[in-house]
């Protein structure tokens, strides 16, 4: 049975919007309450950040009404990036962590991740349970008027940072430009104060926040304006966040896009070159055929899993790997920390590349030409009318010509195509040819 508020990562929509109410954020605390905390307990806990959406603290109010129709202990955070909710979770021992956030959407949309204890997100099951109890719960009012918030906001923030600082080798940045563009999301208070203490010299953008202009034109997700900015500040690197502070894109001196498999790439490699351990890595279905390659001709062991940042922690703690991530940017590092975070990836990366280029080894990975599309769909298409049309595109095109990838988005309304071949031409050819086909399939 299809789910119908968890998607990929967490719940996320237009807020005020159905079914993203005001009382659904209500219900949706009390069934997450009703899933996590015991009301024998004395010591259920939750601790509650945000990204920086205009609705954000009416939806942690909300949440916090219904959390405590069991009785719970409830920390704000503030505006934080997404793994600083992850690490503290752990760190600090709560019994889950809550993050308000709708990633790399825009302003409109909000939502929520959750962490367990051990600052990994929740199971499938503990989100099926968790919509099992709003299907239960959502005609009931959980108004409370004496909800009780804790905000440790300054603490966490100041702490996050000597974390961050903490998780690289030290090497020498004085002459090390870098370009940050903060989407102006949830890393805007923190990235900037982290990378001019470890050293570098910084030029900040998109760092005012009103509310409304999170991940517009700007971001992870929206890199076209970052060359140009890394070329007028004469910067060696542009690193571009998105809203929520778990995913990077970098931008080198040349323009060049580097993407999650281009940052694993220069990681793995550094390692490589400092005799460190490299036991296996953890991509997805979108992760390029040559860094898959690449891993293979250095005996590395390679495994592939569906999309999301979850998929990939799993896989990575079951095989006791601790390198890992996707193509979009989540750089999942568990010597480091329990999720992706823009700020440790890009630490690392910059160590890694460092290295290598003083050692004259500063080639990039030659990938295969691939394009991602993202086709908008009706969001009242029935699951089965998409589910059919996927499988009949992927049983016409699916030969040896191509690599073609077709899923339904976890967090928008689009299929995403992802077409992969040996030349651009095949690739823009066939990308044109299945979106055609798909269209004309949803369109009946």
């Given at each position: 049975?299809?789910?119908?508020?968890?998607?990929?990562?967490?719940?996320?929509?237009?807020?005020?919007?159905?079914?993203?109410?005001?009382?659904?954020?209500?219900?949706?605390?009390?069934?997450?309450s009703k899933t996590f905390f015991s009301e024998e307990n004395k010591n259920n806990s939750v601790i509650i950040g945000s990204d920086t959406?205009?609705?954000?603290?009416?939806i942690i109010n909300l949440l916090a009404e219904g959390l405590q129709s069991v009785d719970c202990k409830i920390d704000t955070a503030g505006?934080?990036?997404?793994?600083?909710?992850?690490?503290?979770?752990?760190?600090?021992?709560?019994?889950?962590?809550?993050?308000?956030?709708?990633?790399?959407?825009?302003?409109?949309?909000?939502?929520?991740?959750?962490?367990?204890?051990?600052?990994?997100?929740?199971?499938?099951?503990?989100?099926?349970?968790?919509?099992?109890?709003?299907?239960?719960?959502?005609?009931?009012?959980?108004?409370?008027?004496?909800?009780?918030?804790?905000?440790?906001?300054?603490?966490?923030?100041?702490?996050?940072?000597?974390?961050?600082?903490?998780?690289?080798?030290k090497f020498s940045t004085n002459n090390i430009n870098v370009t940050l563009d903060l989407a102006n999301g949830s890393n805007y208070q923190?990235?900037?104060?982290?990378?001019?203490?470890?050293?570098?010299?910084?030029?900040?953008?998109?760092?005012?926040?009103?509310?409304?202009?999170?991940?517009?034109?700007?971001?992870?997700?929206?890199?076209?304006?970052?060359?140009?900015?890394?070329?007028?500040?004469?910067?060696?690197?542009?690193?571009?966040?998105?809203?929520?502070?778990?995913?990077?894109?970098?931008?080198?001196?040349?323009?060049?896009?580097?993407?999650?498999?281009?940052?694993?790439?220069?990681?793995?490699?550094?390692?490589?070159?400092?005799?460190?351990?490299?036991?296996?890595?953890?991509?997805?279905?979108?992760?390029?055929?040559?860094?898959?390659?690449?891993?293979?001709?250095?005996?590395?062991?390679?495994?592939?899993?569906?999309?999301?940042?979850?998929?990939?922690?799993?896989?990575?703690?079951?095989?006791?790997?601790?390198?890992?991530?996707?193509?979009?940017?989540?750089?999942?590092?568990?010597?480091?920390?329990?999720?992706?975070?823009?700020?440790?990836?890009?630490?690392?990366?910059?160590?890694?590349?460092?290295?290598?280029?003083?050692?004259?080894?500063?080639?990039?990975?030659?990938?295969?030409?691939?394009?991602?599309?993202?086709?908008?769909?009706?969001?009242?298409?029935?699951?089965?009318?998409?589910?059919?049309?996927?499988?009949?595109?992927?049983?016409?095109?699916?030969?040896?010509?191509?690599?073609?990838?077709?899923?339904?988005?976890?967090?928008?309304?689009?299929?995403?195509?992802?077409?992969?071949?040996?030349?651009?031409?095949?690739?823009?050819?066939?990308?044109?040819?299945?979106?055609?086909?798909?269209?004309?399939?949803?369109?009946?």
């Amino acid at each position: 049975m299809p789910r119908k508020y968890f998607g990929t990562d967490g719940i996320r929509g237009e807020f005020g919007e159905y079914p993203y109410t005001r009382n659904f954020f209500r219900v949706l605390g009390a069934s997450i309450s009703k899933t996590f905390f015991s009301e024998e307990n004395k010591n259920n806990s939750v601790i509650i950040g945000s990204d920086t959406r205009e609705s954000s603290d009416e939806i942690i109010n909300l949440l916090a009404e219904g959390l405590q129709s069991v009785d719970c202990k409830i920390d704000t955070a503030g505006i934080v990036p997404t793994p600083a909710i992850a690490h503290f979770t752990k760190e600090k021992n709560y019994t889950i962590g809550i993050m308000v956030s709708a990633s790399h959407n825009l302003y409109y949309d909000n939502g929520i991740k959750i962490f367990n204890t051990l600052g990994h997100k929740i199971s499938i099951d503990k989100e099926n349970l968790i919509e099992d109890y709003i299907e239960t719960l959502k005609d009931n009012e959980f108004k409370n008027n004496n909800t009780i918030l804790n905000n440790v906001s300054i603490e966490i923030k100041n702490e996050y940072i000597k974390f961050c600082l903490k998780q690289s080798k030290k090497f020498s940045t004085n002459n090390i430009n870098v370009t940050l563009d903060l989407a102006n999301g949830s890393n805007y208070q923190i990235a900037e104060k982290v990378f001019e203490e470890f050293g570098f010299n910084v030029f900040a953008y998109n760092n005012e926040p009103n509310g409304k202009n999170i991940n517009k034109n700007c971001g992870s997700t929206s890199i076209n304006n970052l060359p140009d900015l890394v070329k007028r500040n004469n910067s060696d690197y542009g690193l571009s966040m998105d809203g929520d502070g778990d995913r990077i894109v970098i931008v080198n001196n040349d323009g060049k896009i580097l993407d999650g498999d281009d940052i694993l790439y220069t990681i793995i490699r550094g390692k490589l070159f400092n005799k460190e351990e490299v036991k296996g890595v953890v991509g997805t279905i979108m992760t390029n055929l040559a860094f898959e390659n690449f891993l293979k001709k250095e005996k590395i062991k390679f495994l592939r899993t569906s999309v999301g940042d979850k998929n990939v922690l799993e896989a990575m703690i079951k095989n006791g790997f601790t390198i890992g991530g996707e193509t979009s940017g989540h750089i999942l590092l568990l010597d480091k920390l329990t999720s992706g975070d823009s700020i440790i990836a890009s630490l690392v990366f910059l160590y890694y590349s460092s290295i290598l280029k003083s050692s004259g080894e500063n080639d990039f990975l030659k990938k295969f030409p691939q394009k991602l599309t993202n086709l908008k769909i009706n969001k009242n298409l029935p699951e089965n009318i998409i589910n059919i049309a996927i499988r009949e595109t992927l049983d016409k095109y699916s030969d040896n010509e191509i690599r073609l990838i077709i899923r339904k988005s976890g967090t928008e309304n689009c299929v995403r195509i992802m077409v992969e071949a040996e030349s651009d031409k095949i690739v823009e050819e066939k990308s044109k040819e299945v979106c055609g086909f798909i269209s004309d399939k949803l369109k009946k």
